[in-house]
């Protein structure tokens, strides 16, 4: 069972379920959950859930996912590190935590998490597989500039 987080129009979820994963796609818009319903192909739908959720104010289920997928998400920076957590704490023992984003610029980069941060905040429970900034091999999406991501793997220990 994966989740992804924040889902927008539900590329990634399609990706996942036409790979076999059992998909819950999340996203804080209405709108954005109904058009990725919408395009759902037939033969995947069985494989995907979709639904409207805050998971910044009501955590997704503890330990219920193998992997829990953030794609550029900008995951604002809290003091407790309250929805952070609620991510991590989704993740069932031996699976998978991934979060992939730009590289911020410095005058941002205060107010989000970046994948180095959540990666020094995971703590001895989590062994990090990946934590780089890399090159993009696709083009950037028509008008943006990113030409690298950053990335980081971690799974959590059993």
């Known amino acids: 069972m994966a989740l ?22 999340v996203d804080v818009s209405e709108v954005a959950s109904r058009r990725a319903a919408g395009v759902a192909a037939a033969d995947v739908r069985d494989r995907l859930a979709w639904a409207r959720a805050d998971l910044t104010v009501t955590p997704p ?22 929805a952070l957590y609620g991510l991590q704490d989704a993740v069932a ?9 730009q590289p911020l ?12 941060e959540i990666a020094q905040l995971l703590g001895p429970a989590w062994e990090i597989q990946v934590n780089e900034e890399r090159a993009r091999t ?5 008008g943006t500039h990113h030409t690298r991501d950053a990335v980081l793997r971690a799974r959590r220990r059993s």
């Open 4 to 25: 992804d987080v924040e889902c927008d129009e539900g590329a990634d979820a399609l990706w996942l379920a036409r790979r076999g994963c059992q998909v819950t796609a």
């Open 105 to 116: 610029p410095d005058s941002s980069a205060a107010d989000y998490y970046q994948p180095d």
């Open 61 to 82: 289920s503890a330990r219920a996912f193998d992997l829990v997928s953030v794609h550029c998400f900008p995951l604002r920076r809290e003091p407790e590190h309250k």
């Open 93 to 101: 023992p031996g699976d998978t935590l991934l979060f992939a984003t």
């Open 138 to 142: 696709t083009p950037a999406p028509a």
